[in-house]
């Protein structure tokens, strides 16, 4: 393997080994970009129709199941069916990151849906940020921003995730019968994260604006999604210099299609998959071709991921950024041989004590971000005494009881790290006294742990 097919399957994949014929070079993951999303078919997540057809039967049978103790246990066996399809999902997500031939679309999926947290409220809920990325972000993956937007701002999890449910327009129908304010969170949100970035070209009154806009958008338990215009605040709003005006949502997806093409936006995306993806501190040519892509294309993803991938920088040394703990842990079932057909059949208890709480441990509680803001990229977020502890621990106990029996600690070496292997790590491999020890050396090296 050349050192640059190397690099690639840990800059814009989930490591090594790599599946024979799986893409190697810019032009041959751009290709498995465009074809058919095999991973969504052979390990399927339910999207948020399944989940609204749970939460509406709750919510209708709520109130009766108080006095009838037969519903209720039915009701409670829909919740725990609910939280069960969730840790399937986390199943799902893990067997097509360490089984996907084009790695590269894993790890998009795994940047976007870090671009557009979204959280889960309770047992419920626990499926919710999964629905989200089936519905929102999957099928919008090398499509055009504007598309993916669009699916965002108008998704159940992240109306209720930042509140959107609650936002009523003061001078609307609404407001004149029961009262209730305006919610600022999804406007603010938008322009500070999601799209033009902290400091750029926009002021209170755009938040405020973009607010009054947004009114309208709800999600309730029995209804599911609609544009309520009861809640939706009258008249037209003026954000970031342009006037939008008009029934129901078609002035709110107006301003989305601006909004996702102004030079804010992309830049702002442009650099932050340049550092996901690259470098804490990325080139400045990098982010130029991407976002000179970005709006010669008119938000066209593709386009931006190949001016990524086709820039110099993409496949050149040093390897600058951390692994984060999910991208570890996928990395190194993958390297130890673990099918996404077993990591389905785990149940509850491994899935727990392998994953969820290592995760933890490591500093990224898994679906659970400190914020709307996702996940800390910087190499210090990640590489610290207590994180690269837990790393050593998880390396060192872990693979035996889920791969038995280990590899020779020389040949995963190669097999995981190939022509990255560092010098002392192999002499390491050499002087182990067991199999174990010299795969938690491997898993735990400086090498394994960069991309």
């Not at 609204?52 to 049978?61: F, I, K, L, S, T």
């Not at 840790?87 to 795994?110: H, K, Q, S």
């Not at 004149?176 to 033009?196: D, F, K, V």
């Not at 820039?311 to 999910?326: D, F, G, I, N």
């Amino acid at each position: 393997m050349t050192p640059s097919a190397s690099l690639a399957a840990f800059r814009f994949g989930y490591g090594l080994p790599v599946p024979e014929g799986a893409p190697v070079t810019p032009d041959a993951m751009l290709a498995a970009l465009a074809a058919p999303d095999e991973m969504a078919q052979r390990f399927a997540i339910p999207g948020y129709d399944w989940v609204h057809g749970h939460v509406a039967d709750v919510a209708r049978n709520k109130q009766a199941a108080r006095e009838d103790a037969l519903l209720q246990a039915r009701l409670d066996a829909v919740v725990q069916g609910m939280q069960a399809a969730g840790l399937m999902a986390m199943r799902a997500t893990l067997a097509r990151a360490i089984a996907a031939p084009d790695g590269l679309r894993e790890r998009l999926v795994a940047f976007w849906a870090d671009h557009f947290t979204v959280g889960a409220g309770g047992r419920e809920d626990a499926i919710t940020p999964y629905a989200f990325v089936e519905d929102a972000l999957r099928p919008h993956l090398t499509g055009r921003f504007a598309d993916m937007l669009l699916a965002v701002v108008r998704h159940p999890g992240m109306l209720r995730y930042l509140d959107q449910t609650r936002s009523v327009g003061p001078n609307s129908r609404r407001a004149s019968r029961r009262g209730g304010g305006l919610n600022e969170n999804l406007a603010r949100e938008l322009l500070e994260l999601h799209t033009m970035g902290v400091g750029a070209a926009y002021d209170q009154s755009d938040v405020r604006q973009l607010a009054l806009l947004l009114t309208g958008l709800t999600y309730d338990d029995r209804r599911g999604f609609s544009y309520d215009d009861r809640m939706a605040e009258p008249g037209p709003k003026t954000v970031l210099g342009q006037t939008y005006d008009g029934p129901g949502e078609a002035a709110i997806a107006a301003f989305l299609r601006d909004l996702s093409v102004r030079p804010d936006t992309a830049r702002h995306i442009a650099r932050k998959l340049a550092v996901h993806f690259l470098s804490d501190a990325p080139d400045p040519a990098v982010v130029d071709a991407m976002a000179t892509a970005w709006t010669a294309s008119g938000g066209d993803l593709i386009q931006v991921y190949t001016a990524l991938l086709r820039h110099p920088a993409a496949l050149s040394e040093p390897a600058a950024k951390a692994r984060q703990p999910w991208d570890f842990l996928a990395a190194a079932l993958r390297g130890l041989g673990i099918r996404g057909e077993d990591v389905m059949g785990w149940p509850d208890e491994r899935l727990r004590d392998a994953l969820i709480l290592p995760l933890r441990a490591m500093g990224q509680a898994w679906k659970s971000p400190p914020g709307p803001d996702g996940w800390g990229e910087a190499i210090e977020t990640w590489i610290t005494p207590q994180g690269l502890a837990e790393r050593i621990s998880w390396a060192m106990r872990w693979p035996a009881e889920l791969a038995a029996p280990l590899p020779d600690p020389q040949t995963f070496a190669q097999t995981v790290l190939a022509d990255r292997a560092a010098p002392a790590t192999l002499w390491a491999c050499e002087r182990v006294e067991n199999r174990a020890e010299g795969v938690g050396i491997v898993l735990a090296s400086p090498e394994f742990n960069r991309r």
